[in-house]
């Protein structure tokens, strides 16, 4: 599998229920970071997690990190239909410092919360 | 709330014609980057930009693509011959330091 990968590819769940997406990656990294796509729109930033943490809140959004693992998983809890889109989660690898690198993105989990 | 704006929203080309895809980055920001997104597709980094200068660039960054900072606001994607598979969401994102703030895109379709 590739750098950022997310699963489960799709998650349909009803409102009021808990959604849990996780994912994986291959390389050390400097943070990962959670974004949100609306169907054909842009990518709205979640949440950034950084390697030396390992549980962040914002919210209904909960996201942990483990390092000896490489994953992440993203956790939205009391969902709303207005959840519904493509979640990614993107890692920098990037040297640091007086760079900050590309994101490389997985290719998502499509969250359906029915009403 | 400041954010990224990109213009235009959608571009439709002819093959071979050169494109330009507009972006505002936040004012306070100092790295700029450009991805694409091919429909169905992962997001990919095209190239990131800092000090005037490209700081990293990808495989699909070939000598047909280039970028510019002409002003102190706008960052430039530019496609000088475009091709069928050019056809993709463009997206523009900036950051200050960690976090990568992203515009809506532009869809380009190249017929």
């Known amino acids: 599998s590739q750098q950022g990968e997310e699963d489960p590819q799709a998650l349909s769940i009803q409102e009021g229920e808990n959604a849990t997406m996780n994912c994986s990656y291959k390389?050390?990294?400097?943070?990962l970071q959670w974004y949100r796509q609306n169907s054909g729109r842009g990518l709205v930033h979640l949440i950034l997690?950084?390697?030396?943490?390992r549980e962040k809140h914002s919210g209904r959004l909960r996201v942990t990190l483990d390092t000896s693992k490489k994953s992440s998983s993203l956790l939205i809890t009391a969902s709303r239909a207005a959840d519904t889109a493509s979640y990614f989660c993107?890692?920098?690898?990037?040297?640091?410092?007086?760079?900050?690198?590309?994101?490389?993105f997985g290719q998502g989990t499509i969250l359906t919360v029915h009403p | 709330e400041p954010e990224v704006t990109q213009t235009p929203s959608h571009q439709v080309t002819q093959m071979g014609q050169e494109v330009i895809l507009r972006c505002v980055p936040i004012?306070?920001?100092?790295?700029f980057y450009w991805y694409r997104q091919i429909l169905g597709q992962k997001v990919e980094f095209l190239v990131s930009?800092?000090?005037?200068?490209?700081?990293?660039k990808s495989e699909i960054f070939d000598d047909q693509f280039s970028v510019e900072r002409p002003d102190g606001s706008n960052f430039t994607l530019k496609i000088r011959s475009t091709k069928l598979e050019d056809s993709a969401m463009y997206f523009c994102?900036?950051?200050?330091?960690?976090?990568?703030?992203f515009g809506p895109g532009t869809r380009l379709l190249v017929l």
């Open positions: 994102a900036s950051t200050m330091r960690e976090t990568q703030y």
């Open positions: 390389t050390s990294i400097n943070n």
């Open positions: 997690i950084r390697s030396n943490e």
């Open positions: 993107a890692t920098d690898a990037g040297a640091g410092g007086t760079s900050y690198g590309k994101l490389t």
């Open positions: 004012s306070n920001h100092l790295y």
């Open positions: 930009f800092y000090n005037n200068e490209i700081s990293e």
